[in-house]
């Protein structure tokens, strides 16, 4: 069955990098784009990154702009973030996301968990 | 990108018909037909229950319904049971080819 499941997180301590990974199956993977979204805790979530299928193009929401980075690597199905500068503003579960027809995301991962603290 | 507005929470009664509002503008909701609205259960990943406004995924309880007009959308829930007391959140596609999640709204069954 399809599954996305991300790995990498931890405790990092600011001004820090960490880089989260999102391995897929049950699907074919090199033909989705795919994204980032993180919630805060007791907070909404809130969109991070798209990339699409091919690796060729991606947006970044404007809060982690020249800091955060979306790749894949579709021989391996596997999706990433790279983070950079980490604030505790960054602190959150980061879910990736399988984007389908309508714009939507249709299926989900159980989220990996990344604490920025001294 | 501000978030779109969403009512903190909302309560109904079982068995009652609740109805969510989602806030935007003509650059998110407005602009495309491309509102997702999903359920999220504390501690869990969020789903997928509404898709283009009004869709509903396959095998999903047609008590889930969604609208949209102008800049606003809607998600209502129908024959509100017990299971859906939950966090539900709505979101849209924007003319930055970015996406915009709603502030969220946290149902809760009387």
């Known amino acids: 069955q399809l599954q996305l499941v991300e790995s990498g997180g931890g405790v990092v301590q600011p001004g820090r990098s960490l880089r989260i990974s999102c391995a897929a199956s049950?699907?074919?993977?090199?033909?989705?784009?795919m994204h980032w979204v993180r919630q805060a805790p007791g907070k909404a979530l809130e969109w991070v990154a798209t990339i699409i299928y091919d690796g060729t193009n991606s947006l970044h929401t404007d809060s982690v702009k020249g800091r955060f980075s979306i790749s894949r690597d579709n021989s391996k199905n596997t999706l990433y973030l790279q983070m950079n500068s980490l604030t505790s503003n960054d602190t959150a579960v980061y879910y990736c996301?399988?984007?389908?027809?309508?714009?939507?995301?249709?299926?989900w991962g159980q989220g990996t968990l990344v604490s920025v603290s001294s | 990108q501000s978030a779109l507005t969403q009512p903190a929470s909302v309560s109904g009664s079982p068995g009652q018909s609740i109805t969510i509002s989602c806030t935007g503008t003509s650059s998110d909701v407005g602009a495309y037909n491309y509102v997702s609205w999903f359920q999220q259960y504390p501690g869990k990943a969020p789903k997928l229950i509404i898709f283009d406004v009004s869709n509903r995924p396959s095998g999903l309880s047609d008590r889930f319904s969604g609208s949209k007009s102008g800049n606003s959308a809607s998600l209502t829930i129908s024959g509100l049971q017990a299971e859906d007391e939950a966090d539900y959140y709505c979101s849209s596609y924007t003319t930055t080819f970015t996406y915009v999640f709603g502030t969220g709204t946290t149902v809760t069954v009387l």
């Open positions: 996301a399988r984007e389908n027809v309508g714009a939507t995301f249709d299926y």
């Open positions: 049950g699907f074919t993977f090199s033909r989705y784009a």
